[in-house]
């Protein structure tokens, strides 16, 4: 089992419809969305729900009113102020440290896990399994909930014999980015040509460098920026990054995305996908 990553250094430069396209192409593959913050893969794939995961990202205090003896010492002690007068936590503001569980004298405080988010299995209209998850807003630990997401996608895969993993990554180098990374055969950068994008470029490289994984990269939009087009693909040849291509701006993928479509099934953009998802396969497989 092979999984392709698609990810960018930052929002906005096309990941997603990049990720869509080649799903589509795809004879056969497992889809994973891993921003968990605003997936957009189940936008333009439009997949039936078949059953969800909860996610606890974190812990917060309960104080048992039959035990409590009213002592004090928990309010006075919370840093977070998350204890009210008549020994209430307020869950917005517990940070789940625990520490009141541990000073209370009487054992009147338990942690539990709280509910903050939930991972969603799902089929698509030409049965492909898709994984994705949905992290409630302020909540933490996202990168925990990308590992939930990733475990259930490989167990999928392995059940069905499927030997492919699309995912969809999440834009950035934060945790659930690095989380993303694990287990992955093949990392595709999607780019634009701007001097912010190039920088984010570099910044995303270091990190799958640190982590051993094979990378290429794909400019999209080329055309807006000839020059530093050029610029960023003699850079990734002299960095050993493999060179997928180029794909110019184009209304009809502007257009598909805002009609919530995939770009690859507009048939006039359809061959700009077509080799580059031929070299992305032949990265995958060593060729």
Excluded at 198 to 208: G, I, W
Aim: glycine fraction near 8%; aromatic fraction near 6%.
């Amino acid at each position: 089992m092979k999984e392709l990553l698609i990810i960018s250094g930052k929002g906005g430069t096309g990941k997603t419809s990049v990720a869509s396209s080649f799903i589509a192409l795809a004879e056969s593959c497992i889809i994973c969305d891993y921003d968990v913050d605003a997936s957009n893969l189940p936008i333009l794939l439009k997949p039936e729900i078949l059953n969800h995961t909860p996610f606890s990202g974190g812990f917060t205090a309960e104080i048992n009113p039959e035990k409590c003896i009213s002592c004090g010492l928990c309010q006075d002690l919370c840093r977070f102020e998350a204890i009210d007068e008549k020994y209430h936590v307020d869950g917005l503001s517990c940070e789940g440290c625990a520490f009141c569980s541990r000073v209370c004298p009487v054992g009147a405080i338990k942690m539990l896990p709280h509910n903050s988010g939930q991972s969603f299995e799902a089929i698509t209209t030409d049965q492909k399994p898709i994984f994705f998850a949905e992290l409630k807003p302020g909540e933490e630990n996202s990168g925990k909930l990308v590992a939930q997401v990733k475990s259930r996608a490989q167990a999928k895969a392995k059940e069905e014999h499927i030997d492919l993993i699309i995912s969809d990554g999440p834009p950035g180098i934060a945790c659930s980015a690095i989380s993303s990374l694990v287990g992955v055969e093949l990392a595709l950068i999607v780019a634009e040509p701007s001097v912010s994008a190039f920088s984010d470029v570099q910044r995303v490289f270091e990190l799958l460098r640190l982590r051993g994984v094979k990378t290429a990269l794909l400019i999209n939009k080329s055309d807006l920026n000839l020059a530093l087009s050029v610029d960023m693909e003699e850079w990734a040849n002299s960095h050993s990054i493999h060179f997928i291509g180029k794909i110019p701006f184009s209304l009809a993928v502007a257009d598909a995305i805002a009609g919530a479509t995939i770009p690859v099934n507009i048939p006039e953009v359809r061959n700009l996908f077509i080799p580059l998802w031929d070299k992305v396969q032949g990265c995958l497989n060593g060729i």
